[in-house]
């Protein structure tokens, strides 16, 4: 259960009309801070940005099934079930048994708990966004990064021409 704190976050990324994505990524964000925090462990960056998505889907995000050959059949439909399961966020829900829910919410945990903590390490997480970004092609990097640089200000694009030629001129030095 996502916590209050990361609800409110995602509601107000919404209301200044920011994408599904941001709003998704309070969710992520929350699980592997859980992550880092010892709650429990991951086998994989890609496993702690799975839970924050599929959470984000049952908390009403609208974000978008994987299309089809992205994914096994399987991760389809888990998310189409979590989109479903938030588009009906307060209203009763038909599901399994309290006891049943309760013994798999807690066979799910015990058994993320076992997992190591290094999934979410900070090394990890950056291999994972310059592979995850390696596969888009090179014209959608680069409009991500136009529209980042027009929404910056002229004060934080000159902060990061200094910090880019900084890092230029340390990498020629190795």
């Avoid at 889907?57 to 389809?76: M, N």
């Avoid at 190591?116 to 390696?134: E, T, V, W, Y």
């Avoid at 694009?157 to 340390?170: E, I, L, V």
């Amino acid at each position: 259960m996502p916590e209050q704190k990361t609800l409110k976050r995602a509601a107000a990324d919404k209301r200044a009309g920011k994408s599904a994505s941001t709003q998704a990524g309070e969710f992520i964000k929350e699980q592997v801070d859980k992550v880092r925090a010892g709650k429990h462990g991951v086998r994989s960056p890609k496993q702690a940005i799975a839970i924050g998505l599929s959470e984000a889907r049952r908390a009403g995000v609208d974000v978008k099934p994987p299309k089809k050959g992205a994914t096994s059949e399987a991760t389809r439909k888990k998310a189409q079930k979590d989109s479903a399961a938030g588009k009906h966020v307060g209203a009763a829900k038909k599901s399994a048994s309290k006891e049943s829910s309760a013994k798999r919410s807690r066979v799910s945990e015990s058994v993320l708990k076992r997992e190591s903590k290094a999934g979410a390490s900070s090394a990890a997480m950056s291999k994972q966004a310059k592979s995850a970004a390696a596969k888009r092609p090179a014209a959608s990097r680069s409009a991500a990064a136009k529209k980042a640089a027009a929404t910056k200000g002229a004060a934080g694009r000159s902060a990061a021409a200094k910090k880019a030629a900084q890092t230029r001129a340390s990498r020629a030095h190795h």
